[in-house]
């Protein structure tokens, strides 16, 4: 059983800028695959941001790109998403999840099925 566990999330206005953090403790996830993604009550839960093991392959959502920023660093076992030019729009809880799958690791990943463990989501509300 993999935990992962998300921080970082809370209330902004709109311009501001939030940093989500993922960590898992007692595991190491630096070899594969992960994501973010966030979910809309009501709604399906959607893609915003995946990096493959090493984040030589990255993915944005059209809807966050030049905004947001997925990174990863591997030495801390640590996955973020810098989220900056925050919108209303933006407002969902995020949730980080892992692929343990050394064969999907050399690349990113967009769908849910795709994706093993997930983080319990942080709340993040964007205010006009």
């Known amino acids: 059983q993999v935990q992962l566990v998300e921080s970082g999330g809370g209330q902004v206005q709109a311009g501001g800028s939030l940093r989500l953090s993922c960590a898992a403790p007692g595991r190491t996830f630096s070899s594969f695959a992960m994501g973010w993604f966030r979910q809309v009550p009501g709604q399906e839960r959607v893609i915003v941001a995946a990096?493959?093991?090493?984040?030589?392959?990255?993915y944005y959502a059209d809807s966050v790109k030049g905004r947001f920023t997925i990174f990863r660093d591997n030495a801390k076992n640590a996955l973020y998403l810098q989220m900056d030019s925050l919108k209303p729009e933006d407002t969902a809880v995020y949730y980080c999840?892992?692929?343990?799958?050394?064969?999907?690791?050399?690349?990113?990943?967009?769908?849910?099925?795709?994706?093993?463990?997930w983080g319990q989501g942080t709340q993040v509300t964007v205010s006009s």
């Open positions: 990096t493959s093991w090493n984040g030589a392959k990255i």
């Open positions: 999840a892992v692929s343990l799958s050394y064969y999907n690791a050399n690349s990113y990943h967009t769908g849910t099925d795709d994706y093993d463990y």
